[in-house]
């Protein structure tokens, strides 16, 4: 059987008395293109950082295309290219300079490649590190994170720095490029829209807790808003795990992740109501921002009400 690319399973990391990861666990299977989706502070780095071996986890299994990175860090990071959030390099260096001196370092270093991909990437290799832009050192790091033909490749934000026209170019042409040879690619991000196209499976981290790991379609077809009158939305409200609600003009807007089931429901009652696709956007906002209640809270919130 082939190990997965990645395998998290109860991972739970804490900084002094802060816990970050709490009982983390998800799996990305060889070949797929997974977003890492949380907002700012949700421990996205710092489950990365503990992929690569480069921090210790307090509990919990980790397994990185079958290794350990606690014990195999050098092994594990020959064989993902990695980019990181912030790459610091040797200011020093010219552009060149640096794609020499990192090619001994892996075994598989496709020397014409690295040069390929700093040609597509407008890498101006003459020029020495410290005086590259924000966007030239993203990209000099996507170059250094591609050229030993990576198996498994981990970037950490990487269109943050990136302008309009090279995001897109970063996500149309690279990532498509590494689907079509098989690559797994594991990123985190904040642009769900341009996410959205090409990721296969999104996982949605929110303050440690993997609240959904799903196929892109699957979530897209699951999760949706209805609108529908008061009373029907309290009614379904006490039935169905609603993860947002809110006024719409006479209306209300709800967003739950049945939405097949639900709609079943409406039906068999014959209640009026409309049903609105969302996008990756709002069904982020949903799980990690939204108004959650859950049937039990609803029939208390309800009880409370009648008994005022
Ligand atoms: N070395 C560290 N020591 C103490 N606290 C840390 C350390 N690294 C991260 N943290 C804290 O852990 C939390 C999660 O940080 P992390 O960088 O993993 O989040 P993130 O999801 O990557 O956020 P962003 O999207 O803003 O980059 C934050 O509150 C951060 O301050």
């Not at 995001?167 to 689907?179: A, E, G, P, V």
């Not at 991000?189 to 993997?210: C, N, R, T």
Request: aromatic fraction near 8%.
């Amino acid at each position: 059987m082939i190990d997965p690319a990645i395998q998290f399973t109860e991972v739970c990391k804490s900084f002094r008395k802060q816990e970050v990861l709490r009982d983390t666990t998800f799996r990305v299977e060889r070949g797929r293109t997974f977003a890492f989706l949380g907002r700012n502070a949700a421990g996205k780095t710092t489950a990365i950082s503990i992929m690569m071996g480069l921090l210790s986890r307090d509990s919990g299994t980790v397994r990185v295309l079958g290794l350990d990175p606690a014990t195999h860090p050098v092994e594990v990071r020959r064989r993902v290219g990695y980019l990181a959030e912030d790459q610091t390099m040797y200011g020093w260096m010219r552009c060149e300079e640096i794609l020499r001196f990192m090619a001994p370092f892996y075994p598989t270093w496709d020397h014409e490649l690295a040069l390929k991909y700093a040609k597509d990437f407008e890498v101006p290799l003459a020029t020495k590190i410290k005086h590259l832009s924000k966007g030239q050192n993203v990209r000099l790091g996507l170059v250094l994170a591609l050229a030993h033909r990576p198996e498994l490749v981990i970037l950490d934000d990487p269109a943050l720095g990136l302008d309009p026209i090279m995001r897109k170019q970063f996500n149309r042409d690279l990532i498509t490029h590494l689907q079509g040879e098989g690559r797994t690619v594991f990123y985190s991000s904040h642009l769900l829209y341009e996410v959205e196209p090409v990721a296969d499976e999104v996982a949605i981290l929110d303050k440690g807790k993997i609240v959904r790991q799903a196929e892109t379609e699957d979530l897209r077809r699951d999760v949706k808003q209805f609108v529908l009158s008061r009373e029907a939305a309290v009614r379904m409200a006490s039935e169905f795990h609603i993860l947002d609600q809110r006024p719409d003009r006479e209306d209300t807007a709800l967003i739950v992740d049945q939405a097949a089931t639900l709609e079943q429901r409406l039906g068999e009652e014959g209640i009026e109501h409309r049903v609105i696709d969302l996008n990756l956007d709002e069904i982020f906002e949903a799980y990690v921002a939204g108004n959650h209640t859950t049937p039990a809270a609803a029939t208390l919130q309800v009880a409370g009400t009648c008994d005022a």
